[in-house]
Nanobody, 126 residues
Framework: QVQLVDFGGGLVQAGGSLRLSCAAS????????MGWFRQAPGKEREFVAA???????FYGDSVKGRFTISRDNAKNTVYLQMNSLKPEDTAVYYC????????????????????WGQGTQVTVSS
């Protein structure tokens, strides 16, 4: 069983920045593929960013150039640095883990993830 705790959301003005963190349990975090998704009211959960076990990074089109995903295997933590925030970035952000160990897969597909965090609210005011 893997537990994910995501935090760091809040209220920020348009153009501002936030950094989300996701702390994971488990002894083989270095082999996990990690992702961030978001869900706005009335919309489907949307892919934001992912980083695989080898450090390869993927971004959704709407956040490219503004968001940066990174991981610290020593701390079992993945981060999402969000810059130049826009009101349309307002959503609940969830981290997710694909834990089957050192496997390449399509991390844009939310169905491949085994575990999810509880979500953290990000609100961007105009």
């Amino acid at each position: 069983q893997v537990q994910l705790v995501d935090f760091g959301g809040g209220l920020v003005q348009a153009g501002g920045s936030l950094r989300l963190s996701c702390a994971a349990s488990g002894r083989t975090f270095s082999g996990y593929n990690m992702g961030w998704f978001r869900q706005a009211p009335g919309k489907e959960r949307e892919f934001v960013a992912a980083i695989n076990w080898s450090g390869e990074i993927f971004y959704g089109d709407s956040v490219k150039g503004r968001f940066t995903i990174s991981r610290d295997n020593a701390k079992n933590t993945v981060y999402l640095q969000m810059n130049s925030l826009k009101p349309e970035d307002t959503a609940v952000y969830y981290c997710a883990a694909h834990t089957r160990g050192f496997i390449y897969t399509n991390l844009r597909d939310r169905s491949v993830y085994d575990y999810w965090g509880q979500g953290t609210q990000v609100t961007v005011s105009s």
